[in-house]
């Protein structure tokens, strides 16, 4: 069976969390398919042509330790918003979707560019201030120095370059199904997911389909 899950979404929706509980479930690949803009994003710092960071990415790469910063978020997001940066990254991300025994994708153009054709499409939101609340206390767990409104602030900026972009812009594809996490907890969010990944699996052997 390889059956793909896309879910993308925003910053801090929980679209993150959502796919590493599913794929633990059901026994599917994950791609995180943010880490491969971060890691090219702190490359582009370092001083590489971004271009040339994406084209030679390295599993070593998506190693490094700082990738789950904020500054590396906003590099990603500048670095995400030139053509061939994407298109560099597309083949890789296109060939683990459809890897034997299932793959979830994250990210912002899994369901409208990278697998258009994913069995369960999922759009995962919540508003900006629970958003914020969650990446907020995530940073300041992680011992960053920081406060609520400057990470509003950035994460509506990424959001927004993330959503004008020309190339791959973040947007909600029309047979994705929106999944809103304001009010939900991790475990009621995972259980809508995956009752949408159960109706997949339960067509696919109704239609003797290997999927
Ligand atoms: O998901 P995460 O916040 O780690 O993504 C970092 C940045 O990478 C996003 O703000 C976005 O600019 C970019 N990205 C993207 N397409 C994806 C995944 C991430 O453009 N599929």
């Known amino acids: 069976m390889s059956l793909c899950v896309a879910i993308d979404g925003p910053a801090a929706s929980g679209k993150g969390t959502i796919s590493r509980a599913l794929a633990a479930r059901y026994g599917f690949a994950h791609l995180d ?15 590489t042509d971004p271009i040339d960071a994406a084209r030679a990415l390295r599993p070593e790469d998506l190693d490094r330790g700082d990738l789950r910063t904020a500054a590396a978020g906003q590099a990603a997001s500048k670095v995400a918003a030139i053509p061939d940066v994407r298109e560099a ?84 594809a029309p047979d994705a ?7 939900l907890s991790i475990a009621q969010a995972v259980e809508k997911a995956a009752a949408l990944i159960d109706a997949a699996i339960k067509d696919a052997d109704n239609n003797g389909s290997t999927v």
Do not use: H, N
């Open 177 to 183: 199904i929106e999944l809103d996490t304001s009010t």
């Open 89 to 172: 990254l597309v083949d890789f991300q296109r060939a683990f979707a459809r890897r034997a025994g299932g793959a979830v994708l994250d990210g912002r153009d899994i369901g409208t560019v990278i697998c258009p054709e994913a069995e369960v499409k999922l759009f995962v939101t919540a508003t900006d201030e629970v958003r914020a609340r969650r990446r907020f206390e995530e940073l300041v767990a992680g011992g960053a120095d920081t406060d609520f409104d400057k990470v509003l602030a950035d994460l509506r900026a990424r959001d927004q370059r993330d959503a004008d972009r020309a190339t791959a812009p973040m947007t909600i």
């Open 33 to 47: 398919t943010g880490l491969l803009y971060r890691a090219v994003g702190a490359l582009a710092a370092d001083g």
